[in-house]
DNA sequence: TTGTAGGCGTTATCAG
DNA sequence: CTGATAACGCCTACAA
């Protein structure tokens, strides 16, 4: 029982040729119910299982997509990878993983991997360091679908799907504004990445439109991790005014900077207020619950996953979709006076 | 440029024949230098890329892993996977995801899935709710090294890659009995699943080898979540003589756990100690961070994708390797008096 | 050293 | 309705 069964098999068991098996199996009309139902019987008696690979081969399809992303292990994008697997799944692909470690050679050669193994599409999240865009274009010239999701490059005939990371960053500093403070400093991250640009153009949009004047050094760029909010934020401490507010546009920094704040003895939220963003799950967890803006990662994969859907489904139309989900503030005690 | 050029593309160009393409490309040594460097140097001009599925259907083997596990964005998986990815992807294999959301159903139509898709191999960690092994045994009948992580079944030709989750149960509970702690309770899991039963025996046996009785009520079993950490800890605290300490079997059930106890008023660690385990991300980040016993799932998959690497390597030997890896005690603020 | 031919498992096309 | 045949792209005896 150890050998595969192929529909050779079952031709030869019954008389008939692999033609006329492929044709039951496959719910083809032209078929008598009569040896549809005995080829149907003999496959499960022997146990027969459709060899995707042959499929593959000869339809030129794979059911494979590829998904790129940094790192797996950051939850932001394992949420997006379960919810592409899971929109996917039920449709019959699965779902093949590369990590670039924000590499951009690497990511040349996941792609150049996944296109050798015949990928039907690409969905990843542009690297930091990456600054071509040929290893793009060649996807497309390949005719291979691509979809970036979050952090993506404008080409054209690529379809994204992120989060209105401007109306994020102006949610965030509106909060703040409503909640009374005055000086709000903004903990940015690199802007060759337009996620971060777009955010601090939120917070800036929020300033002006409520009548409060940028100050250039409360916006420093930092790294995004939890050291580089110590620092920033002590930084920020000792200006001659020092701010009374933080939106910071990751989670770790904003945390960093919570705790560098509480090693100056400020209490949060009375006398400084603090919003992150990005919703990690260690958020929600801390003793002062951090306010922080949700990406809804979960909904953005299967969105990029739908948007996929759609270009194999017209192959023959370029589409070139831009979806924008919109984030949603996550009011929590770090944030509320 | 948007055609795949083959073997036959270039062989037409050099009016030689596919059959000395293919040799060239795989370094065949009976092959003169002359057309070995004339076949490359096109090859490269047309800009071929080899097509894997084509050679797998021809030599048998697909080059990807298929990772079952219940859901990609629990940290513990997704860092397993990426220990598992790292470990692969040098040697050209791909890593093919898929979730089973703890269902059995879900489980087994995965694994056909994957068997249907001529996958080299399957690393798996076994779903909550599994109770057959058919589906197990299936796969080795169809001779695809099979290689379970944390969670396994045993299962005769299966490799394993575990914890030594008693010695982590031990350790765990030795410490709290080293900080003063004279009456430890046990928030266990399902010992359906070998983990939570090992964890509970490690604790028994710490115990009973420093001469303390094991108290029946201080051993309750829990789903692994922060409702169920607060409802169990309010139990332990209504109990005639409450305990004094905690050791869970689950980082978000300790972290229900002090919830609880601060809601109660109670002083963590001075009057009350609590150990989780599995390291997540969070315990760290607390402002009472939380000792727990970390599982390095990163090495985890690692050492997961090297067993199915040894399994690929002598596939006429059967190999069925038991791998134990030690648990290392991350000591932290809401254990040490 | 190179060419020829067959096959991996399926499906599509064309006859019958 | 069913059978025969070719093709997907690659590799590998075997023959030359």
Known sequence: MSEKTTIYDIAKALNIT???????????PKISAATKKLVMETAAKMNYKQNRLALALKSGKSNNVGVIVPYIDRNFFSAIIRGIEEELYPLGYHVIIC????????????????????????????????????????????????????????????????????????????????????????????????IYKNRYEGYKKALTDHGIALKKEYVIKTKSDIRAGQKAS???????????????????????????????????????????????????????????????????????????????????????????LSPTLKIRMSSVK
């Open 18 to 28: 692999a033609a006329t098996v492929s044709r039951a199996l496959n719910n083809n």
């Open 99 to 194: 990590q670039t470690h924000e590499q951009e050679s690497t990511e040349i050669d996941n792609i150049n991997a996944l296109l050798n193994a015949q990928v039907d599409g690409i969905l990843m999240s542009v690297s930091k360091l990456t600054t071509q865009t040929d290893h793009f274009e060649y996807v497309l010239e390949k005719n291979v679908p691509l979809v970036f999701f979050d952090r993506k490059k404008d080409l054209k005939g690529v379809s994204t799907v992120t989060i209105d990371d401007f109306e994020g960053g102006y949610r965030a500093t509106k909060h703040l504004i409503d909640q009374g403070c005055k000086r709000i400093a903004h903990l940015s991250g690199d802007w060759s990445l337009e």
């Open 234 to 324: 002590e930084k920020l401490l000792m200006l001659p005014e020092p701010p009374d507010a933080i939106f910071s546009s990751s989670d770790y920094v904003a945390l960093g900077a919570i705790q560098q704040l509480k090693k100056h003895g400020i209490k949060i939220p009375t006398e400084f207020c603090v919003v992150g963003f990005s919703n990690e799950p260690f958020t929600k967890f801390l003793e002062l619950s951090m306010t922080t803006v949700d990406q809804s990662p979960v909904e953005m994969g299967k969105m990029a996953a739908k948007v996929f859907l759609e270009q194999v489904k017209d192959s023959n139309v370029k589409i070139e979709k831009k979806v924008v």
